[in-house]
């Protein structure tokens, strides 16, 4: 199982982008997706979470501003981001719970390789 994130990049104070991540191989089923942020020097954060019935949940920081939806036909998990403040800068990373057709009743945790986020003007 593989998790490739995309979407990262510059932009300036307010303006917005979206990551996407998509999964791939051997997958049965996919539980919850989420996105972590780190930024140098700093613990990993959780900043969205969405169930596979579409449930979300989010961190304070970015409540109001960020928007996690998923596709669950194509393993792809999606997070909107607005009105974007320079300490949202920081490489963003999606995790998935997965199952695989070898073991359809256990999952694991998968981790995509972090795409950067950086807002400046």
């Known amino acids: 199982v593989q998790l490739q994130a995309s979407g990262g990049g510059l932009v300036q104070p307010g303006g917005s982008l979206r990551l996407s991540c998509a999964a791939s191989g051997s997958i049965s089923s996919i539980n919850t997706m989420r996105w972590y942020r780190q930024d140098p020097g700093k613990q990993r954060e959780l900043v969205a979470a969405?169930?596979?019935?579409?449930?979300?949940n989010y961190a304070d920081s970015v409540k109001g501003r960020f928007t996690c939806s998923r596709d669950n036909a194509k393993n792809t998990v999606y997070l909107r981001m607005n009105s974007l403040k320079p300490e949202d800068t920081a490489v963003y990373y999606c995790?998935?719970?997965?199952?695989?057709?070898?073991?359809?009743?256990?999952?694991?945790?998968?981790w995509g390789q972090g795409t950067q986020v950086t807002v400046s003007s």
């Open positions: 995790n998935a719970e997965v199952s695989t057709d070898s073991r359809p009743y256990s999952y694991s945790n998968y």
């Open positions: 969405i169930t596979r019935g579409g449930s979300t």
